[in-house]
C-alpha cells in the first residue's frame, strides 16, 4: 500500500515562505509524475505543480515564478518551496504521485494558513 506523509504546512505571514515535503514508501512500482495540489474552503482541488513524466514542470499560473516544485528520486521525495505567500494561497496542500502501474495516490493534506 503506498503511503505519501506531508510534512511542512503551518501559519505564515504575507510575504513570507513556507517548503512542503512528502515522502513516498510502500510500492515497487516506479513513480511516474509527482505533483502538488491544494483545495481551499468552498473551492474544488486544483493543480499547484507537477513533475511530468518526462521530467518537465509545469505550474498554475496563479504560483508561477514564486513555487518551486522539486524530486529526489532516491529519497523518493516530493518538496514544494513557496515564496511571496500570499492571503489567497491558504488552502490544504495535497501531495500526488502517479506510479507506473497505472495508479495514482493521494496524502493526507497539509493545512497552509497564509494570515496577518
Known amino acids: 500500500q503506498v503511503q505519501l506523509v506531508e510534512s511542512g504546512g503551518g501559519l505564515v505571514q504575507p510575504g513570507g515562505s513556507l517548503r512542503l515535503s512528502c515522502t513516498a514508501s510502500g510500492s515497487d512500482f516506479s513513480i511516474n509524475a509527482v505533483g502538488w495540489f491544494r483545495q481551499a474552503p468552498g473551492k474544488q482541488r486544483g493543480l499547484v505543480a507537477i513533475i511530468t513524466e518526462g521530467g518537465r514542470s509545469v505550474y498554475a499560473d496563479s504560483v508561477k515564478g514564486r513555487f518551486t516544485i522539486s524530486r529526489d528520486s532516491a529519497k523518493n521525495t516530493i518538496d514544494l518551496q513557496m515564496n511571496s505567500l500570499k492571503f489567497e494561497d491558504t488552502a490544504i496542500y495535497y501531495c500526488?504521485?502517479?506510479?507506473?502501474?497505472?495508479?495514482?495516490?493521494w496524502g493526507q493534506g497539509t493545512q497552509v494558513t497564509v494570515s496577518s
Open positions: 500526488y504521485v502517479a506510479l507506473s502501474d497505472l495508479t495514482s495516490h
